[in-house]
């Protein structure tokens, strides 16, 4: 056997009666006064955003640009924070980024991301300012699709795949992930929920980011997207 995994005890996670042991949270920074938000026009789900920090009491600004003290908000979808912060020509030491694939009702955790030269201010007031509310914040180092987007558009892109070999039909695959794994959504499902061309947008710029193959769009998935087709749909 191996030296790490629950036998034992220690690994990723330190194990004890064969349970995880989850790190306690960060704690939240206190910030006597958080600047305006400035919040990118490229930015996914905005309106949603806009109502988030209308919630949380954000001062919110609405110009074509931001401010001098403004924090910068993006919400890319596959790109990491440094390329919309170099594409849209954004302050990057004030600009810092949230994972808007979900939907924000449908969250238990906020997951904000920095860039390398995010100044340690403006990433403590957007921490505390997202903490406002009590739902619980992380904050990441930069990575092209944060944590969830990587994940589900790389689960949506696999099924699709598979639908495209011909191994089964979309039907039965949903019914074999649900069942046989005991998702609450199977992965064509979920890339209904969360739209087709969300998660192509994801996959093309994560290959854009890392150059890696495995997150090319299946041509199956493409095409879907591209007509607005339901990725449950069985061809006749």
């Not at 924070?81 to 954004?90: D, G």
């Not at 007031?125 to 944590?147: E, I, N, P, Q, T």
Request: with cysteine.
């Amino acid at each position: 056997g191996g030296l790490l995994g629950r036998k034992t005890g220690e690994g990723f996670y330190r194990y004890v009666d064969n349970a995880a042991q989850l790190p306690d949270e960060a704690p939240t920074p206190v910030v006597d006064n958080i600047p305006p938000v400035w919040v990118s026009p490229r930015a996914a789900r905005r309106p949603e955003i806009y109502q988030m920090l209308k919630n949380l009491g954000a001062d919110i600004e609405t110009g074509a640009a931001p401010s001098a003290s403004a924090i910068i908000l993006v919400a890319p979808l596959g790109f990491d924070i440094t390329t919309v912060a170099v594409v849209e020509r954004l302050d990057p030491a004030r600009t810092i980024g949230i994972d808007m694939l979900v939907e924000e009702a449908a969250t238990r955790r906020r997951v904000l991301a920095t860039n390398p030269v995010t100044r340690v201010d403006i990433r403590n007031a957007a921490h505390a300012l997202m903490a406002r509310d009590g739902k619980a914040v992380s904050v990441v180092r930069d990575s092209g699709g944060f944590v969830t987007q990587r994940v589900v558009a790389t689960i949506v892109n696999i099924a699709s795949d598979i639908c495209q070999q011909r191994i089964c039909s979309p039907r039965d695959l949903e019914t074999a992930v649900t069942l046989g794994l005991g998702y609450p959504l199977g992965p064509l499902a979920m890339g209904d929920r969360w739209g087709p061309t969300n998660i192509l947008e994801v996959l093309f710029n994560m290959q854009t980011v890392y150059g890696d193959p495995r997150y090319r769009p299946s041509p199956w998935l493409r095409r879907r997207g591209a007509i607005g087709l339901s990725l449950q749909h069985e061809e006749e």
